[in-house]
Nanobody, 125 residues
Framework: QVRLVESGGRSVHTGGSLSLSCASS????????IGWFRQVSGQERQFVGG????????DYAEFVKGRFTIFRDNAKDTVTLQMNGLTPDDTATYFC??????????????????WSQGTQVIVSS
């Protein structure tokens, strides 16, 4: 069983930046996908972006393009979600998920089988 551990985030004012990192304690493959999702109470998890564990082929939701970047940090063996230009609409609990044998970078949270504990990100105006 792969365990994902998330770190970073918390709170910032509008226009600020935060980063979240996702580390895996178990076995992953170069084609495995780490997806970043966010969730607001009462709603389904929403795709933010994803990347191959190797660091290739990132994909983003339209509402974060140009503001958020996902990259692999080889030195730390983590995948990082760098969030810039944050607005109160970005306030949510953020999760990273793992699709171990992914064919594509899926935008449906049900495709992912392991999840991090989640981090609440608060953006105040």
């Amino acid at each position: 069983q792969v365990r994902l551990v998330e770190s970073g985030g918390r709170s910032v004012h509008t226009g600020g930046s935060l980063s979240l990192s996702c580390a895996s304690s178990g076995r992953t493959f170069s084609n495995s996908v780490i997806g970043w999702f966010r969730q607001v109470s009462g709603q389904e998890r929403q795709f933010v972006g994803g990347i191959r564990w190797s660091g290739s082929n990132a994909d983003y939701a339209e509402f974060v393009k140009g503001r958020f970047t996902i990259f692999r940090d080889n030195a730390k063996d983590t995948v990082t979600l760098q969030m810039n230009g944050l607005t109160p609409d970005d306030t949510a609990t953020y999760f990273c998920g793992l699709d171990l044998a992914a064919r594509t970078i899926g935008r449906n949270w049900k495709q992912y089988t392991s999840w991090s504990q989640g981090t609440q990100v608060i953006v105040s105006s």
